[in-house]
């Protein structure tokens, strides 16, 4: 097998059944391909609806079902590497659709070099609502939208593909752990960083590319253009980073209330300019955030 797409999904049937779809009538040899449809114990009708795929499409036979009952994104992720068969996995958010030549064009990224262990691609938006005016441009990428370059390149530290479009050559797990269970989506958390994490220690032994071809285009609900979303966004950015980096009481708790308490101070002046407000505010969240996660990584919160 040479390819497997994992697809991990939490009571989103639909838009499941709208992914695999895309990746089954895309271009790549079926013969060389699987699905792999991780289930992170939905309440909705998702095992109903893959079943219908495997029955009714042409190529069903192609999609496996496997339920994982820990919940969190993470640990889903971890289940697909754990099924898969494939020299590459390439992971699929449930609610991005892939074009019709996308996995082939992460492959040709693989097989340019065997060095290469991490190949991420494009990610075109499609906003349910239309994208809102007020959005931070440096911020657009907490809505999952990637457009690093429009050629195959190396990407530079810090930079990483995003989780909605990104694969792995299967071989590095026999030799790193894979994501972390602690950062990642899980429920209404928006924990997140697995994705950087990972492929930071990835980098000590092997390279990671981008690719404007092997492109995805991701849906954003109306619900996550709010700043209520957006805020909420922020905020657990910030637990996500301060988890991962291991930051612990004293020092860490010091610095971010300084900084949190700088970026108020900032809000002011600015309270009747809206952008200028906005990411002020945007920093405030991030400080709580982190304040958040010095804390829950003590053991304190």
């Known amino acids: 097998m040479k390819v497997s797409v994992a697809v991990c999904t939490h009571n ?7 992914a695999v779809r895309s990746v089954l009538e895309g271009s790549f040899d079926k013969e060389e391909l699987e699905i792999i ?18 029955q009714q499409h042409p190529h069903g036979d192609k999609v496996h079902y496997f339920l994982e009952q ?9 289940r697909a590497i754990r099924e898969a068969t494939g020299d590459f996995i390439l992971f ?15 492959v040709d990224v693989f097989e340019r070099d065997g060095a290469i262990g991490c190949v991420g691609g494009r990610i075109d938006p499609i906003w349910e609502a239309g994208e809102p005016d007020w959005i931070p441009e440096e911020h657009r990428s907490v ?10 390149v190396e990407m530079e530290t810090p930079n990483i593909p995003y989780g909605a479009n990104v694969a792995f050559r299967r071989s590095v797990f026999l030799h790193i ?7 990642g989506r899980v429920g209404t958390k928006l924990l997140s960083s697995e994705e950087s994490e990972l492929i930071g220690r990835m980098r000590e032994a092997y390279k990671v590319f981008y690719t404007p071809h092997g492109y ?13 979303w957006f805020l909420k966004r922020i ?5 996500s980073d301060a988890v991962r980096r291991n930051d612990r009481a004293g020092v860490a708790m010091i610095k971010h209330s300084v900084r949190m308490l700088q970026a108020v101070a900032a809000s002011l002046p600015a309270l009747f300019q809206s952008r200028r407000f906005i990411r002020q505010i945007v920093k405030i969240c991030y400080r709580n955030g982190s304040l958040m996660g010095v804390l829950r990584y003590s053991g304190k919160g």
């Open 12 to 18: 989103r049937s639909r838009d499941t059944a709208e």
């Open 70 to 78: 820990k919940l969190g994104l993470s640990a889903a992720r971890n």
């Open 143 to 152: 809505f999952t939208i990637l457009d690093y370059a429009d050629h195959v």
């Open 235 to 239: 905020f657990w950015q910030g637990v």
């Open 92 to 106: 699929l958010d449930d609610d991005a659709l892939a074009s019709p030549n996308w996995a082939q064009e992460i």
């Open 216 to 228: 995805v285009q991701h849906k954003i609900a109306k619900e996550r253009t709010t700043k209520k």
């Open 37 to 54: 449809v991780v289930d992170n114990r939905s309440t909705d009708d998702t095992a109903h609806v893959v079943e219908s795929l495997q």
């Open 177 to 183: 752990s894979p994501f972390r269970e602690d950062l």
